[in-house]
């Protein structure tokens, strides 16, 4: 563990480093308190919920048999608690129709299946969010909702969806504050189709009657989730990128959900960000990191993910573009999975309110192409780090070190008594 008085006097030759580049690490300070993270409750246990459907093959394919998995609501919500205090955001938590605590069926469901993730997230002063769960059920058909040709099927899901949106609604409601009802289906090919324009427009025609009723946004946003491919779907995924963006652009109020592991691999959401946002009325992230595709690996540290959160800020997006984790691990302790990804994007957060700017804006504007550059790489150097040290002490959050230590002493307390 490092001294308080070590990282007191680094931060002190830290502010004054930044001053030098026009930078208030104050004021970065400040607006970082008014970022919020949503934490998907789903890594805490593998994406399974709570029904009673039984093993059922599911479309999110989760790797590993880590022990310690949380097996009811009370064990979820505490191992979130837990990590969440491992995080300097303030958070929201986003949950799944499938986490409804009593038993009822996903589209039986009504906000009072949700009453105990309600009065929770009340105690803690976290917001929720809420995705209907397309997938791991019996009426799923052949990995199809409502892109269903099938009208039985299709109806199930329309049914279900609608009731998301007053689940959200409700849960927006009570908590006095957005949530966000994020749509993201599987329904996809593993082959090339005959007709993609009739899938596309079984699609259309189902979300023009999902999203028919309007809500008040102050409590409520719908966001339409779209996917390149899937495992077992590798030709074709109806909700494509494209598809939902269209569909949202030409439809005032509905939101696109973007998901860094969505997209062909070398595509990155940060440059999406400009071009979406003036078009579409809301925008969540999905914070991911994909490994050669969507693999739903834990989110660290990387080049992307500052480009992410630097287009954020340079684009004054914070607090306008909304954002959640989304992955899952079964490899590895699911505490730490949570942390990691909280810190490595606080970390990116940070770093991006910390940036100079201005003088790569200015540069820019000049032509001086070799300054931008040149600026670019020096930026990366900057002491962010030790900035970071001090709003963790700030805010009584233990430093790395400390922090594994303490999910190894949750882990040898409570999750291998599982
Ligand atoms: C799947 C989507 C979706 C899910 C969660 C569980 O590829 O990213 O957001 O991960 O809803
Ligand atoms: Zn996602």
Redesign the pocket.
């Known amino acids: 563990m490092q001294s308080d008085e070590k990282i007191l006097k680094a931060y002190e030759l830290a502010k004054e480093e930044f001053a030098s580049w026009g930078v208030d690490t104050e004021e970065a300070l400040r607006k970082f308190d008014t970022v919020k993270m949503s934490i998907q409750c ?1 890594q805490g246990d593998d ?1 399974k919920g709570f029904e009673p459907v039984g093993d059922i093959g599911s479309q ?1 394919v989760v790797t590993g048999n880590y022990p310690g998995a949380a097996r009811t609501g009370d064990e979820l919500r505490a191992d979130i608690d837990f990590a969440a205090a491992l995080s300097p955001f303030s958070h929201k938590i986003n949950i ?1 129709s499938c986490y409804g605590e009593f038993g009822r069926d996903r589209k039986d469901v009504t906000v009072e299946d949700f009453s105990r993730w309600i009065d929770w997230a009340k105690e803690k002063g976290y917001g929720l969010d809420f ?1 209907g769960s397309y997938f791991a059920h019996p009426m799923m058909n052949n990995g199809f909702s409502y892109a269903s040709l099938d009208k039985t099927t299709r109806d199930y899901w329309i049914e279900t969806a609608k009731g998301t949106r007053e689940i959200s609604y409700e849960i927006g409601k009570r908590l006095g504050q957005v949530c966000y009802n994020n749509l ?1 289906i599987p329904d996809g090919l593993k082959d090339t189709p005959a007709n993609r324009f009739r899938y596309r427009d079984v699609l259309e025609e189902s979300l023009d009657e999902i999203l028919a009723k309007k809500y008040d946004g102050e409590y409520f946003v719908d966001t339409l ?1 779209g ?1 390149l491919f ?1 495992i077992g779907v590798e030709s074709f995924t109806v909700g494509s990128h494209e598809f939902y963006l269209g569909y949202a652009a030409s439809r005032r109020g509905v939101g696109v959900c973007l ?1 860094t592991g ?1 997209y062909h691999p070398t595509e990155q959401v940060a440059d999406k960000l400009s071009a979406v946002v003036r078009f579409v009325d809301h925008v969540l992230l ?1 914070i991911s990191r994909g490994v050669r595709w ?1 693999s ?1 690996h834990i989110v660290v540290q990387s080049d992307d993910l500052t480009a992410l959160m630097s287009e954020m800020n340079r684009g004054g997006l914070y607090g306008k573009v909304a954002m959640g984790l ?1 992955y899952f691990d079964a490899s590895v302790n699911r505490i730490a999975a949570w942390s990691i990804g909280l810190r490595a994007a606080a970390k990116a957060v940070l770093t991006s309110l910390l940036e100079p700017f201005a003088y790569i804006d200015k540069a820019e504007l000049e032509g001086d192409f070799t300054a931008r550059l040149a600026y670019t790489d020096e930026f990366k150097n900057l002491p962010v780090n030790a900035v970071w040290d001090y709003m963790l002490l700030k805010k009584g959050i233990p430093e790395g070190r400390d922090a594994l230590a303490s999910i190894k002493k949750y882990e040898k307390d409570v999750l291998s008594l599982r």
């Open positions: 789903w994406v999110n799944h995705n993201w989730e996917k899937g998901d969505h999905h969507d739903d989304d």
